[in-house]
């Protein structure tokens, strides 16, 4: 999975859907992943950005990108990839 495959994700999502990465996958995508303070900020910032707020789940080792808005600005005019 890559940046643009995940931002192709959450720009599909209806509001209070969610994606799961699991720690694996996200520490691909921010790294070096759960739970450094800088992939955190990295994480929040790209989940803000497509109208979305992050849930870490440490009982399951998944983090969750939940839609809170609809039609953010970086998913209607979405940049090419």
Known sequence: MTLADLHDLLCGLSVSQDCRLSYNVYELLFQPGEPDTSARVRAFKFASDHGCEVEN?????EVRFV???????????PVPH
Request: charged letters at 30%.
């Open 67 to 77: 839609k809170r808005t609809t039609n953010p600005r970086c998913c209607v005019n």
């Open 57 to 61: 789940d440490l009982k399951a080792q």
